[in-house]
Nanobody, 120 residues
Framework: VQLQASGGGLVQAGGSLRLSCAAS????????MGWFRQAPGKERAFLAA????????YYADSVKGRFTISRDNAKNTVYLQMNSLKPEDTAVYYC??????????????WGQGTQVTVSS
């Protein structure tokens, strides 16, 4: 599975962005999908995950209430809606796919990353 993340950019604090991650295969609907981010000098961190049918979502405490993960299996795409952005949200954001993935680990495929920069 190839994953293509997009939607990053520069936004002011308090603003919003929506990231998209398009998958290359129709088997996308079989995968649990997740979003992660990596800030400079820090380890990659789990943000959110969604089950194959969208019935269950998981969030890191740092983004709960501000970020929303969703998916459209007909479009082979998963989204991350990010609201009330803060400068500390600045990072490269990655999407990931896994068949037997825990919400925050065990993913088999990764996208190339998209840069999000939040200015104060």
């Amino acid at each position: 599975v190839q994953l293509q993340a997009s939607g990053g950019g520069l936004v002011q604090a308090g603003g919003s962005l929506r990231l998209s991650c398009a998958a290359s295969e129709r088997t996308f609907r079989s995968y649990r999908m997740g979003w992660f981010r990596q800030a400079p000098g820090k380890e990659r961190a789990f943000l959110a995950a969604i089950t194959w049918n969208g019935a269950t979502t998981y969030y890191a405490d740092s983004v709960k209430g501000r970020f929303t993960i969703s998916r459209d299996n007909a479009k082979n795409t998963v989204y991350l809606q990010m609201n009330s952005l803060k400068p500390e949200d600045t990072a490269v954001y990655y999407c990931a796919a896994g068949i037997i993935a825990n919400p925050n680990s065990g993913y088999d495929y990764w996208g190339q990353g998209t840069q999000v920069t939040v200015s104060s």
